[in-house]
Structure formats: structure tokens, C-alpha cells
């Protein structure tokens, strides 16, 4: 029975120290052109491993100076004449645990994102509440701090 319990114990191991190892992401925030409203996602890709790599993917694939790579695959719909996004990319490790991106689900989470020092999320109950939050800051609905809606859970949220 011991020797049940320290191999049940050795075999939870691995799933434990993975839980504290550092994930990269590329943050994707979609703004529709003369308004506030902003869509952010958390993009994951097993073959990019180093923040250099993925800033490397920003710099080319994102930015159109070369093709090919298909890294963090997702696709920015069109949309009827008169509306256009913005997007913006942002490379970024983390220990925080993330759900899974799903196109199809509804951006019902509200974040504060903060990428000033660092990149830090913070959740809200709803838009108004987080553009309430960031009124008296210089930098408010920037590209370095902004509300967004999220289909995505973070961390304990």
C-alpha cells in the first residue's frame, strides 16, 4: 500500500513542476477604429519556444515582410465596408494559467491590460467599470493600457 501511494506520488511530479514553468504568448488586441471597443486573445504556438522567436514573428509574419511560417494561426475576418480593425501584437512569458482560444466563443470576460511594466491582467465585472478604473491615467486606452473583452479565462478568474 506504501509503495502504491509513493508511486502515485512520483507519477503527480511532473504535472506539478510543469504548473510553474513559464509559457509564451502572443497577445493579439483588436481595436475597432473610432471607438474604444477592444478584443484581446492569447495566442499559443508549441513551435515557438524563445521571446526572441516570437518577436521575430511579429517583426516579419505580422508585419508582412515575409510569409510562409504560419505560426499562431488565426485569421482577421472582414468586415463591412467602413469598419476596420487595428490589430496589435505583443510577445510575453508568463506562469499564469490560460484557457484555450476559441473563435467561435463569446468575449464575455473584461480585462484591464496593463503593458506598461510588463504585461498584467485585471479583471473587471464590466466595460464601464474598467474605463472608470483607468479615467485619471495619462496613458488611458493606449496601446500600452487599455480595457478589452476576452473569451479567454485567466488565471483564477
Known amino acids: 500500500m506504501r509503495a502504491k501511494g509513493i508511486l502515485i506520488g512520483l507519477l503527480l511530479l511532473p504535472g506539478l513542476c510543469l504548473a510553474d514553468q513559464k509559457q509564451l504568448y502572443l497577445l493579439g488586441n483588436f481595436t475597432y477604429k473610432g471607438t474604444p471597443v477592444t478584443h ?3 495566442f ?3 513551435r515557438v519556444t524563445t521571446l526572441e522567436q516570437c518577436q521575430e514573428f511579429v517583426r516579419n509574419q505580422v508585419r508582412g515582410s515575409s510569409r510562409g ?3 499562431f494561426r488565426h485569421y482577421i475576418r472582414q468586415l463591412p465596408k467602413g469598419i476596420n480593425i487595428h490589430p496589435r501584437y505583443t510577445c510575453f512569458e508568463t506562469t499564469m494559467p490560460v484557457s484555450r482560444w476559441s ?5 464575455k470576460y473584461i480585462f484591464l491590460i496593463d503593458l506598461r511594466n510588463g504585461v498584467s491582467f485585471t479583471p473587471f465585472p464590466d466595460t464601464n467599470s474598467c474605463w472608470s478604473s483607468i479615467r485619471k491615467e495619462r496613458e488611458k486606452h493606449s496601446t500600452r493600457l487599455f480595457c478589452a473583452r476576452m473569451n479567454q ?3 483564477d478568474a
Not at 473563435?103 to 468575449?107: H, K, L, Q, S
Open 40 to 42: 484581446a486573445v492569447l
Open 44 to 46: 499559443r504556438d508549441e
Open 69 to 71: 511560417k504560419n505560426l
Open 103 to 107: 473563435p467561435r466563443d463569446f468575449y
Open 153 to 155: 479565462r485567466l488565471g
